[in-house]
């Protein structure tokens, strides 16, 4: 059933233009291009290309890695 309704999208600011060290799973999704839940698999398994930080009991994803992964390079 259509409810005419489009899903709301949370704009974020260019990855180039990130001063923080980390970002939540959302925004890492964001500009990954994948599901914030397939983020949450690469963390639960230990499978995926770059792996987060704990903060506070939060999964947070380093700035540096998600550019390094972009940018062709996975250390």
Known sequence: MDTG???EVTAYPPLE??????V???QA??????KPQTLRI???RE???????????RLSWRVTEIKALLNGSNS
Request: charged share 15%.
């Open 29 to 34: 999704a964001f500009y990954l291009l994948r």
């Open 47 to 57: 499978s995926g290309p770059i792996r987060p930080v704990r903060l506070h009991g």
């Open 42 to 44: 690469w963390a639960c």
């Open 17 to 22: 233009s990130l001063t923080q060290p980390n």
């Open 5 to 7: 309704r489009t899903p």
């Open 24 to 26: 939540s799973t959302d």
